[in-house]
């Protein structure tokens, strides 16, 4: 028999760079795709790659991706999200489907199926409307009928944006480039308060780091008006520092 192949020491942070890749928008560069592809199959082979070189590949490619990824979330939330529950109900046996039909009547949304999403610890002891409103394999049917209809409609949107609302697209991808030129300004601010003040460099730079791994395709990340408080958090908490 042959003996089992070691498990990369990394091999779950690797599945997160894959994930990234396999994320990227159909507009993204072909040739940059390649390059992040060929790295994570070069990481793949070196189970002696370091930790610091993969998570700096996942956020190199999340950040060289982000206009592009939040302009085609976008376009997915105005075009996508009607064609997803058409593409669900196509792939619903009639009995699961009328049921559900009945559910979005009732004020139901397609939104609670798969909700990882807890904002409370009431919401978390509490079943979800979808949870409460379908038997096991209904609900295992509509959620398998979710993943088909969503890969439906991502083709449908890939379509979009490469073809009829390229322009549409492409206006997204500068204003989402535009913003984060604007964040990345903010995170230079604090990379510069960083080195004020010894008491809270560490904090700082900690907090930098934390901001640029947002970038990730895996990450939630901060927003431009949060980066501007923050920003302004600091310079008030240096502030005797800054004009010493």
Same mark, same amino acid.
């Given at each position: 028999?042959?003996?089992?192949?070691?498990?990369?020491?990394?091999?779950?942070?690797?599945?997160?760079?894959?994930?990234?890749?396999?994320?990227?928008?159909?507009?993204?560069?072909?040739?940059?795709?390649?390059?992040?592809?060929?790295?994570?199959?070069?990481?793949?082979?070196?189970?002696?790659?370091?930790?610091?070189?993969?998570?700096?590949?996942?956020?190199?490619?999340?950040?060289?991706?982000?206009?592009?990824?939040?302009?085609?979330?976008?376009?997915?939330?105005?075009?996508?999200?009607?064609?997803?529950?058409?593409?669900?109900? *196509?792939?619903? +046996? &009639?009995? /699961? %489907?009328?049921?559900? #039909?009945?559910?979005?009547?009732?004020?139901? =949304? @397609?939104?609670?199926?798969?909700?990882?999403?807890?904002?409370?610890?009431?919401?978390?002891?509490?079943?979800?409307?979808?949870?409460?409103?379908?038997?096991?394999?209904?609900?295992?049917?509509?959620?398998?009928?979710?993943?088909?209809?969503?890969?439906?409609?991502?083709?449908?949107?890939?379509?979009?944006?490469?073809?009829?609302?390229? *322009?549409?697209? +492409? &206006?997204? /991808? %500068?204003?989402?480039? #535009?913003?984060?030129?604007?964040?990345?300004? =903010? @995170?230079?601010?604090?990379?510069?308060?960083?080195?004020?003040?010894?008491?809270?460099?560490?904090?700082?730079?900690?907090?930098?780091?934390?901001?640029?791994?947002?970038?990730?395709?895996?990450?939630?990340?901060?927003?431009?008006?949060?980066?501007?408080?923050?920003?302004?958090?600091?310079?008030?908490?240096?502030?005797?520092?800054?004009?010493?």
């Amino acid at each position: 028999m042959n003996a089992p192949t070691a498990r990369h020491p990394y091999a779950y942070t690797l599945e997160l760079l894959m994930l990234a890749i396999n994320r990227l928008p159909p507009t993204f560069s072909e040739e940059r795709r390649k390059e992040y592809q060929k790295s994570f199959e070069l990481f793949l082979k070196q189970p002696n790659v370091s930790y610091e070189d993969i998570r700096r590949t996942i956020a190199e490619i999340g950040k060289e991706s982000w206009p592009y990824r939040k302009a085609y979330e976008e376009m997915y939330a105005r075009y996508g999200r009607a064609s997803e529950e058409s593409f669900l109900f *196509e792939h619903l +046996d &009639q009995g /699961v %489907r009328d049921k559900y #039909a009945q559910f979005l009547r009732e004020g139901g =949304k @397609i939104n609670y199926i798969g909700s990882v999403s807890v904002r409370s610890e009431e919401d978390m002891m509490r079943a979800s409307p979808f949870e409460r409103y379908f038997a096991p394999e209904e609900k295992f049917a509509i959620e398998q009928a979710l993943l088909v209809a969503r890969d439906s409609a991502r083709l449908e949107i890939n379509g979009l944006v490469t073809g009829k609302k390229t *322009e549409e697209y +492409d &206006q997204l /991808v %500068r204003s989402y480039a #535009a913003k984060q030129r604007q964040m990345e300004e =903010k @995170i230079d601010e604090m990379r510069h308060l960083a080195g004020v003040s010894k008491k809270w460099e560490s904090e700082i730079s900690d907090r930098i780091r934390t901001l640029e791994e947002g970038w990730s395709v895996v990450e939630k990340g901060a927003d431009l008006p949060e980066l501007e408080r923050e920003t302004e958090y600091w310079k008030g908490t240096l502030g005797s520092f800054l004009h010493a």
